[in-house]
Every structure is written in C-alpha cells, then in structure tokens.
C-alpha cells in the first residue's frame, strides 16, 4: 500500500516487478491524511506497518514486527534505528545497506522490548483491530508534514495496550532533506503543533514544553552558524510567528497553509 504526495512521486511500472501486489491509494497532501487513506484501504488488516520512503528497514524487520505483536498487549511498536539521517545532511543509500549489511546481532527477546513514549513515523507498527475498535485515527488538523502526527496517534492508542521500542526490529532513517516542509512552515510547526496536542490531551505539559524551548533555543543558537541542510532562519521566524499568533490566542497548526 503507497499514497504519493504527488502523482509523478509513484511509477505503476516499477511496482510491476515486485514479487506481491502493490495498490496505490490518494489523499491530499500531508501525512496525516496520506497514513489515514492507507488505514481506510486496509479495513481487514491485523498489523499495518508504516515506512516513510526514506526508511530502509532490514530484511527480517517484518517477521520481527509479526512475532512482537503476538507476544504481549502491544499496540504501537517502533524499531531500533542503526542510523538516523534526520538531524544530519541525511544518510546515502550506499551507507545505509552497509549499516544494515554489518549489523550485529539480534538481543534476545526478554531484553529486546522497552516502553517508550510514541512511535516514530518513519518505522511504526500498530494492532490494526484497537485501531478499528476505538475508530483512532491520525489528526489532520496537523497539514502537510504533520509534525508530531505519530506520538498523537501513539498516546491515543497508548490508553489501550503498550507503546514500545523493540530493538530486534531494525533499519536505518535516511533522513533525506527534499520534499520537506519550508523553514517557514516548519518553524510555525515546532510551536503550533505540541500546543496544540497539549491542549488536546494527547502530549503532556512537560513534553510539549520541553519540545517547544529545545526547537526554540536551537534555532536561535543555530541561526547565528546555519547548518547547510536546514533552513534555521526560516524555522526561527515561524517559532516568533507561532509564538506571536499564542499570545493573540489565534494559534492553530493549519495556518501553515496559507504561508508560503
């Protein structure tokens, strides 16, 4: 199951050749929205596994995810990440097959399994039937990268069964910087959004507050010394948009969408 953001992002020709059936699904733009049409097109599924196109998982993941979900009251599982591009210029494919390539080996199970917070959206294996149960699904009030969408949708689940890290599950996130939100966007983001989960109960207080003053203090230190793969003067003007828009009580998440 795939939902490009754009039409030209999928090439029917290329799934020809795999050996199992892919369907293409669409949604409009955002990850949110685009997870939600994979969700509505796999009703009878018992485990969706998401992967972002920029996650390489290693060739046992799946089994792995299989065997997690049948030993405990599991709900969301992330995987152990070898390698993550995210807060770097990003990871080429030739470096991320050589990581999965040399990995070593797998810890037994009775050590393998750690609660954590929320999944992470590049990697996110969820129990299908509580999903359907309590009609759970990912926030759309959060556009276009939906920054947060995956521990919303974590710590509604989490009401249900365990969050957890399992570190036989493996991969590596590239990271890869094109197709992102604008610095703009992005920076509005990093404020709006764990507001506004804080305020809808699925983030608590000190989460969001910490996430808020790391991404805010961040950008003002960086500013001054930009990395070249991150737009910080950007992401610093829409956190003072973001926090100007709070403090006239006309903050909200979606407003990205009329910047540019």
């Known amino acids: 199951m795939i939902c490009p953001a754009e039409v030209s992002d999928y090439d029917p020709a290329v799934a020809g050749i795999l050996p199992f059936p892919v369907l293409s699904v669409a949604a409009p733009r955002g990850s949110s929205s685009q997870r939600n049409a994979i969700i509505a097109a796999c009703a009878d599924a018992d485990i969706m596994v998401f992967f972002d196109d920029d996650y390489y998982p290693n060739p046992d993941y799946l089994a792995e995810a299989e065997k997690l979900l049948q030993l405990q009251n599991i709900v969301v599982a992330r995987g152990y990440l070898l390698a993550d591009g995210i807060g770097g210029p990003g990871i080429e494919q030739e470096q991320a097959l050589r990581l999965i390539a040399d990995r070593k080996p ?95 109960g699925t983030m608590s207080p000190g989460y969001a507050g910490w996430m808020v003053l790391k991404n805010l203090l961040a950008n003002i230190l960086k500013s001054l010394w930009p990395e070249p793969w991150v737009d910080r003067r950007g992401r610093l003007k829409g956190n003072i948009r973001a926090l100007g828009d709070l403090a006239r009580g006309r903050m909200d998440p979606r407003r990205i969408l009329c910047m540019e």
Not at 112 to 118: D, F, V
Not at 126 to 137: F, L, N, S
Not at 167 to 190: A, D, E, I, N
């Open 106 to 200: 797998l810890p037994p199970w009775d050590s393998a399994i750690k609660t954590t917070y929320g999944g992470y959206g590049c990697n996110m294996v969820i129990k299908m039937a509580t999903v359907r149960q309590h009609g759970i699904r990912f926030d759309e009030n959060l556009p276009l990268y939906g920054w947060q969408e995956d521990i919303d949708f974590s710590r509604a689940l989490a009401a249900y069964g365990r969050v957890v890290i399992c570190l036989r599950m493996t991969g590596v996130h590239l990271g890869t910087k094109r197709g992102r939100t604008s610095g703009l966007r992005f920076g509005y983001s990093q404020i709006a959004n764990p507001v506004y989960l804080c305020k809808k």
